[in-house]
């Protein structure tokens, strides 16, 4: 049975497993992310992260287990097909375009994610100029709420660290998410920066995005910005709550430190 899509979580899997060969990457996962969350996975480095972003997004087909989005089950839905549903992720490596400007690398975004329909482009007149205005409307609405209005117009190879991490949550929203993953977003972040960068992600939900899921290793941004940590070890499930509980978990501290919390 199909549920409501206005009704429960927007994203929940079950029993997620991964098994390459003899190596079980990721076993019987649960995950849910509701509305107006912003909800962390973590863990330490192979821990299964991005074998699970890699699940819930169509990249890998789970051994075991079940992918919903908004009560559909997306389980064996090819990436694209999930990306037009609302499930928009980012990747470890950039998605931005260094030639380009802000501004540009934002409408690029917007076309790339397939947002304008080949009838359009084909039987070029009105009905082009007025998606051509409304994309050019959305990227720098999109560049506002990031806080790069200052810097529209200038190259992406100009950007700080800081900026070009925020200009790559920028192009992942030119595809119009409900729910947005994104995968070590704060990478090379300094405190500041990740500071930053943690309070405009929080502004996004329930304007620009229903709910986003981050997979993050810097503990400060995760802990300031997640309602809710899933965290894993060696492919499962080690803890789940809020990041105070989390941060005064013992396994979590062991889990990382490799010793038994004081
Ligand atoms: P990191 O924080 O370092 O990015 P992670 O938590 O994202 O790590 P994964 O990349 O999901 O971890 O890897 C989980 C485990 O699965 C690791 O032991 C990894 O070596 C293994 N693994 C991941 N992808 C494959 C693959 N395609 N083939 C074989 N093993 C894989």
Redesign the pocket.
């Known amino acids: 049975m199909t549920a409501s899509p206005l009704a429960g979580p927007l994203l929940r899997a079950e029993n997620l497993t991964m098994r390459?060969?003899g190596?079980t990457?990721v076993k019987q996962v649960a995950l849910t992310v509701n509305p107006g969350e912003i909800v962390g996975l973590i863990?330490p480095?192979?821990?299964?992260?991005?074998?699970?972003f890699n699940m819930l997004t169509g990249f890998y087909t789970p051994t075991e287990g079940r992918v919903f989005f908004r009560g559909t089950d997306i389980t064996s839905h090819k990436p694209h097909a999930i990306a037009r549903l609302g499930l928009i992720r980012s990747f470890q490596k950039t998605n931005v375009m260094k030639r380009l400007t802000v501004f540009e690398n934002v409408l690029t975004g917007h076309y790339m994610a397939g947002r304008q329909s080949l009838l359009a482009t084909f039987f070029p007149g009105a009905t082009v100029r007025r998606a051509e205005r409304e994309a050019r409307e959305s990227a720098s609405a999109i560049v506002e709420t990031m806080g790069l209005s200052r810097r529209m117009n200038a190259p992406a190879s100009l950007l700080s660290c800081g900026e070009l991490r925020l200009l790559e949550v920028a192009v992942a929203l030119a595809a119009k998410p409900t729910l947005l993953m994104l995968d070590e977003p704060a990478a090379g972040l300094n405190s500041h920066e990740a500071g930053v960068f943690g309070e405009t992600l929080k502004t996004l939900v329930g304007t620009a995005v229903q709910s986003l899921l981050i997979?993050e290793?810097n503990m400060e941004l995760v802990m300031g910005v997640c309602d809710r940590i899933v965290v894993?070890n060696f492919?499962q499930m080690l803890a789940e709550g809020e990041p105070r509980a989390i941060l005064s978990n013992p396994k979590v501290a062991e889990a990382y430190l490799g010793k038994a919390a004081a």
């Open positions: 390459f060969g190596i990457a863990g480095n192979g821990a299964g992260k991005t074998t699970c997979v290793h894993l492919g």
